[in-house]
């Protein structure tokens, strides 16, 4: 750090040393430089990221409740027999809305969010990157998921599967407007999807704190930053696969059209190229939780940090050759397939590497058993299940034989629950004393995750059975006589169990956030720095910007500058350092709070909408979305001056 702190002391700009804690004046003048204007207008203005990130987590949570009341009527019409709760056009929207609902706006979106709130606190930053890009990428999120829900209350919401096979989604098997609203969906979730991992990487790269080199950041950190780039990779593909679905259904080309010399299989090499991914970028969030999580309750490092990094890596870059692994049942060569197998095989070695990093953490620590490490704890159980019977469908003549049943359907509910969610729930329980200030009650965390555990196999393990004893997936109904009347309500009675853990969830957040008792900045003693702030922690993040010797900040001592001076307090300045040793390289100062993402998301939403009923709505629609760009970006008076002055200081 001294050859850093030398550095810094040459530039003519930002000056280090160790100091006092910012006064009282200070910290109030960062308060009312960095929070979001008041009002209702100000609600529409904000863009810092702890607003945004709260907006983004109890938004995917809205339409996980969604999702869940639709798996509810799901199970309502199967636990018997000929089921008559709805009919088979309702049915086949209720599975395609709960599968969209669940993949596209949930389990994505929220991780996404827990990084756009975390993220820059656990790096030291005063903000997070283009924060008005953040706030535009949360209202088309927000706008593409009311516009689904709005064609489903309307009896267009889409009925071809959350996967939207053609040639069932093309113009010939799907008349009217339900697969160009899920196409059009597609669209929404992926800019917005893209632009927060470009925010998210830019971040990381670019605004951690002086001293954080890259072998010193968090294994959270890590995994979002591994998330990010699987995203910029894997969504172009999806939002190529679904605007040439649009094409051929308004305009009338043949990309799916094999009598025109297109290919069906197009669409399933395009969407599982993006679609086998997505269930990594859903489930390495959930391994960078447990490597927050498991640390602090196991009071020690964590073991194998180096090795935990690369396999995340790992399996980031395997990930991209599994895709054929969904194909298995179409006519491609047997040669092909056997590698695609190979692949489903090789991606569990770096899993189980971190696997053993987190058992070795555990055995040699001092376990603090409280909520959020137990649900940690129920992932090994439910994950090695759900990947043992990912091996299974990995192996072609087993998958053939298990294809489109209820198998599948509980293998990827245990890897993508047991993966990602059970995690999700125990990062809840642990950063919601750092962004409410409150405690959730330890009591009600322990009865949510029991049942939620019991209530998940209850559910899903029936399914192994059904799938084994021939019962199709995407059936609104079953006759009597075919065996699978008993695990069907097994089913339906896990599926009320979950749904009462649901309940509890919610009533305790609610009176944890109004009655929850004071959490104190860093109630579990973890070691990483969004515990060296408050709870909440304000507007800017940190009264004065952290310098960082190791891994657990918070839990050293190290000798060394301890904080960033220079920094204005009247304007949104914060520190850009270097990629690899995050030395101090300039200062930059943010945009203010402003209308124009929310604008211009409400104008992007008109030209998306508009496009689904005429391609001229592309045209006339870029010309609202051209203005309010040009109005984001025009530049404020006061914003020049500042500049100004930046370039002539010494």
Known sequence: MSADVDAARRDPVLTRRNRVPPDADECAALEATWRDPPGVLGWFCAVNQKSIGRRFIVTAFAFFAAGGLLAAAMRLQLARPHGQVMG?????????????????????????????YLVPLMVGARSIAFPRLNAYAYWVYLFGGLMLFVAFALDVG??????????????????????????????????????????????????RAPGMTL????LFVWGMLVTAFM????????????????????????????????????????????????????????LAFISAIIPTFARRSIFGYSAIVLSLIATGFLSFGLWV???????????????????????????????????????????NLKTPLLFVLAFFFVLVLGGLTGLMVGMVPLDLQLHDTYFVVAHLHYVLIGGAVFPL????????????????SERLGRWTFWLFLIGFNTAFFPMHLLGLWGMPRRVYTYPAGMGWDGMNLLASLGAATIAVSMLLFVVNLWRSIRHGAVAGDNPWGAGTLEWATSSPPPAANFDALPVVHGREPVWEDAPG???????????????VTTVLDARPDHRVVFPSPSPWPFL????????????????WAVVWGSVPIGIALTLWFWPRREDTVHEMALERSP
């Open 88 to 116: 088979p056009d309702m049915y086949d929207q209720v599975f395609t809305m709960h599968g969209t609902t669940m993949m596209f706006l949930f389990a994505v979106p929220v991780m996404q969010a827990m990084a756009t």
């Open 158 to 207: 889409p009925d071809a599967g959350w996967f939207s096979y053609v040639p069932l989604a093309g113009p010939d098997y799907g008349p009217g407007k339900r697969s160009d609203i899920w196409a059009q969906l597609i669209t929404f979730t992926e800019v917005s999807g893209l632009l927060a991992a470009v925010v998210v990487v830019t971040t990381v790269f670019k605004l």
């Open 215 to 218: 072998n010193r950041m968090p």
């Open 231 to 286: 995203i910029m990779f894997a969504m172009p593909a999806v939002v190529f696969a679904s605007t040439a679905l649009l094409l051929d259904r308004l305009v009338g080309t043949h990309f799916y059209n094999p009598a025109e010399g297109g290919d069906v299989l197009l669409w399933q090499h395009l969407f599982w190229f993006f679609g086998h991914p997505e269930v990594y970028f859903i489930f390495i969030p959930g």
């Open 325 to 367: 692994h969904h194909m298995f049942a179409t006519n491609l060569p047997e040669v092909g397939k056997g590698f695609f197998t190979a692949m489903s095989l090789m991606i569990a070695v770096p899993s189980a590497v971190q696997i053993f990093c987190w058992l070795a953490t555990l055995w040699t620590g001092k376990l």
């Open 425 to 440: 729930f125990g990062a809840i329980h642990y950063w919601f004393p750092k962004i409410t200030g409150r405690m959730m």
């Open 561 to 575: 500058p301890k904080q960033v001076s220079g920094l204005a307090v009247h304007q949104r300045e914060v520190l």
């Open 600 to 615: 211009s998301a409400v104008a992007t939403t008109v030209m998306f909408v508009g496009s689904i009923f005429t391609p």
